[in-house]
């Protein structure tokens, strides 16, 4: 028996706000707190104004097992006893909540600023400023053999901006902080001011890599409120575009991975192969990384039969090569021995700290949107979930591989059967006071667009939360114990996203 | 020794000082080729240099006289090393007794004024970059006194003149083995040394795995210059050594020497550009397990003389 209502939310299946609870302080504390020890996953927390001078705080939580979503929230004003120290896995959203709303989470043990920005949700009548963005004060260690290291946020390579601060004594790596927000532009707030219009260009560029995934979200939660129904075919193509997009950032990192252990072979190879995954979201969509494709109501762009046949026969030839590459890293002896052991999480931080997509799947957390909360084409055509069991950068890889197969059949059978229809219908208004949350797998792991809507149909609150936002603690947590000169492959296992979490 | 000797091994060293950049440039090309691409062209690096010697030259204001002498010491001390070596198959330029000792002495030279000129930088990522390269160093350098050490049993001779010379040709003859893993070790200290995969990886641009590419990381322009070229010349000079140990050259002509000298280059920089091609760096820790691999065979080299 659950401590949470069953408000019928399902993953874009939207309910009346009224039916979200709103509990004094110390209930939801319980709530929240009594559904993750039951083995809910907390999906976002997050706050809005509530009248001149309070916020309301809305917490949104799973049932992987049941494919069940369900909400809570409070009403605060200054400040609150934080939920973290009962309950880790809500320790960014305290922090996100304490520098957007300027509530302060009493007893957080690590409240500093998130991504360094003032408050852009507090309440019209309040003017604190909790967490100042000019004061950020690290983690350190003291000991004579103890050094520190500095690293970004310029990087040598062509990446995103980033610090982390090592603490190390001579090779090993005694702990790591991530210090984000370079890449701060306010996307909630866009997507909350913007025109419908205006905001799908905003969603298709919350992460730069990870397009499909973002805007298919968005119009998920939008479709939802208006309760647009989309034809099959515009299903179908929305998944293709999606393992498409899965197919090139995994085939990228495996890539990316070799590079950094000097594997050359692997490294061209299937740094040359994503190039063709992107080739062929280009014939799809017109462009490269995805843009212009999914919209409310379907797809811009159909697919004819003579660019099915194009894009399935390049298909196939493309798993020939990678299944060459595949075999030439992972039957590398020495790339094996570089890539076990190193960089491991364990499947109770999983747990605990509610980690996604392919870092949990590499250490046997099967965490899955498009098999735990199935939508769109995902609920006739399932995907078999792949996992690991190391939770390190070989299992993260291995998992990535085994996704890039799989994606691969998904996409060569789809094309062969697309169902008929048009692949766009109209999308209405959006219904009032409304709440919605659309998930979906993206390459990264689950991505969380909350959306609540006004009197007026209105957006009122917009919620982004990227895969990256869960993960970047796992690469802090990752890292003690390994060597420096380790970084940055581990980094690379992982490969989140700075503009996904800075938002 | 006459003159006529000392002409053809400065001809010698002169073929090494002009191809070195070249040979960087065919481990490149050996790996584009592996990899499906076509590369950079073999001469890129003489471009590099031109390019480096017509800039200017920024430094940090932490930095003192050591950073700015490090790029000649690097360059004279390895120039100086390779007038050691009989490049030409006969005899070398300078030889005296125990020079074998002074070859490693002036290695340990450049890599010194390297590593201090990363330390005065004051960065930490040089100052990991330096503490890893001493670490390497200090396992590679008892395996060079080690190969030398098969080398000295085998020829019974105290000079690289005379041991690398003529006397080698009648070594090969009874002691093949021995040799054979003498060169070995080499090849293995060329790639450890030369911060080659497996040991480092010189295409990185992570600054948190580099071991050589970090020391140098402040250097700029000309002072860059200097130190590419020694780098490629420091390779060319290990590459010089296992191919005076592989290929003994005593009665070939001084044509057939030199051509044979510079093929033999040729194809130890391709192997290494094999290497690169077909495995993946170690972890930093099981590095020295590598060194002290090839050590172990130039020990048993040394048992098998031993007999």
């Known amino acids: ?503 | 020794m006459n003159h006529a000797h000392v002409g053809s091994s400065l001809a010698a060293l002169a073929v090494l000082l002009v191809i070195a950049p070249a040979l960087s440039g065919v481990v490149v090309r050996t790996k584009s080729a592996f990899a499906g691409r076509r590369g950079a062209p073999v001469g890129q690096l003489y471009w590099d240099l031109f390019k480096l010697m017509r800039k200017g030259t920024v430094y940090s204001t932490t930095t003192t006289w050591i950073f700015r002498a490090a790029p000649v010491v690097v360059l004279v001390s390895l120039t100086a090393a390779s007038l050691l070596l009989p490049l030409d198959g006969q005899a070398s330029p300078v030889q005296f007794s125990g020079d074998l000792i002074a070859f490693a002495g002036l290695l340990a030279l450049g890599r010194f004024a390297l590593v201090l000129a990363g330390l005065d930088t004051g960065s930490s990522f040089e100052g990991m970059g330096a503490s890893r390269e001493v670490t390497v160093a200090s396992f590679a350098e008892p395996v060079l006194f080690l190969g030398f050490l098969g080398l000295v049993l085998a020829t019974r001779r105290l000079t690289l003149s005379a041991m690398l010379g003529p006397a080698l040709t009648a070594a090969w003859a009874h002691q093949t083995a021995s040799l054979a893993l003498v060169a070995l070790a080499f090849f293995v200290l060329l790639l450890a040394e030369n911060s080659r995969v497996p040991v480092d990886d010189p295409a990185t641009h992570l600054e948190l795995t580099m071991i050589h590419e970090v020391i140098v990381l402040d250097h700029s322009g000309p002072d860059l210059a200097v130190i590419l070229y020694a780098s490629s010349l420091k390779l060319a000079l290990f590459a010089a050594l296992i191919v005076e140990v592989a290929v003994p050259r005593d009665g070939l002509g001084l044509g057939w020497s030199l051509a044979a000298f510079a093929g033999g280059l040729l194809v130890v920089a391709m192997a290494v550009g094999v290497v690169e091609s077909v495995m993946a760096r170690l972890r930093l820790n099981r590095v020295p397990q590598l060194i002290v691999g090839a050590g172990a065979l130039a020990l048993f080299g040394i048992i098998l003389l031993l007999r």
Request: with cysteine; charged share 25%.
């Open chain 1, 1 to 503: 028996m659950s401590v949470l209502r069953d408000l019928g939310m399902r993953n874009r299946r939207a309910v009346p706000f009224a039916s979200v609870p709103a509990e004094p302080v110390d209930e939801f504390r319980e709530t929240v707190i009594g559904a993750v020890r039951e083995g809910w996953r907390v999906v976002a927390m997050f706050g809005m104004p509530d009248g001149a001078d309070a916020t309301r705080v809305v917490a949104v939580l799973a049932d992987d097992a049941n494919g069940v979503l369900s909400a809570t929230s409070m009403r605060v004003g200054e400040r609150y006893p934080a939920l973290t120290p009962d309950c880790p896995q809500v320790h960014a959203f305290e922090r996100e909540i304490a520098e957007q709303c300027g509530v302060r989470p009493d007893g957080h043990p690590w409240l500093k600023p998130l991504r360094r920005h003032l408050p852009d949700h507090r309440p019209p009548a309040r003017a604190e400023v909790v967490l100042d963005p000019d004061s950020y004060q690290f983690f350190k260690m003291d000991g004579a053999e103890v050094h520190e290291v500095a690293v970004g946020p310029v990087h040598a390579g062509i990446i995103e901006p980033g610090h982390f601060r090592f603490q190390a004594h001579g090779e090993d790596v005694l702990s790591l902080e991530i210090m984000l927000g370079y890449q701060h532009r306010g996307v909630e707030r866009l997507l909350e001011t913007s025109s419908a219009e205006r905001a799908i260009h905003v969603a298709e560029s919350i992460a730069g890599d990870t397009v499909i995934g973002h805007v298919g979200a968005a119009c998920g939660a939008v479709e939802a409120l208006a309760r647009c129904r989309k034809t099959a075919r515009a299903q179908a193509i929305r998944g293709i575009a999606l393992e498409l997009e899965r197919l090139a950032n995994h085939v990228g990192d495996l890539g990316a991975i070799a590079g950094d252990v000097a594997y050359q072979p692997a490294a061209a190879f299937f740094g040359a192969l994503r190039g063709d995954c992107l080739n062929m979201l280009m014939t799809l969509t017109g462009n490269r990384f995805g843009r212009g494709l999914i919209r409310p109501g379907g797809v811009l762009w159909d697919l004819s039969p003579a660019m099915a046949d194009d894009l399935r026969s390049r298909l196939e030839r493309l798993g020939e090569d990678l299944e060459a590459a595949a075999a030439a890293m992972f039957g590398s002896a020495s790339v094996q021995a570089r890539l076990e052991g190193v960089g491991a999480v364990s499947g109770a931080q999983c747990l605990e700290m509610g980690f996604v997509g392919p870092v949990a799947r590499a250490c046997e957390v099967a965490r899955d949107v498009r098999h735990d909360h199935p939508y769109g084409i995902f609920r006739f055509a399932h995907i078999p979930v792949a996992t690991g069991w190391a939770g390190d950068v070989h299992a993260r890889a291995l998992v990535r591989w085994h996704e890039v197969r799989r994606s691969l059949e998904f996409v060569i059978e789809q094309l062969s059967a697309l169902p008929r229809g048009e692949a766009r219908t109209a999308c209405g208004a959006l219904r009032p006071n409304e709440i919605v949350v659309a998930l979906q797998e993206g390459w990264r792991g689950e991505l969380a667009h909350v959306v609540i809507t006004d009197d007026g149909g209105a957006v009122r609150r917009h919620k982004v939360v990227d895969a990256s936002f869960h993960n970047w603690t796992a690469l802090a947590l990752a890292m003690p114990g390994n060597q420096i000169s380790d970084f940055p492959l581990c980094n690379k296992s992982f490969n989140l996203s700075y503009a996904g979490h800075d938002l």
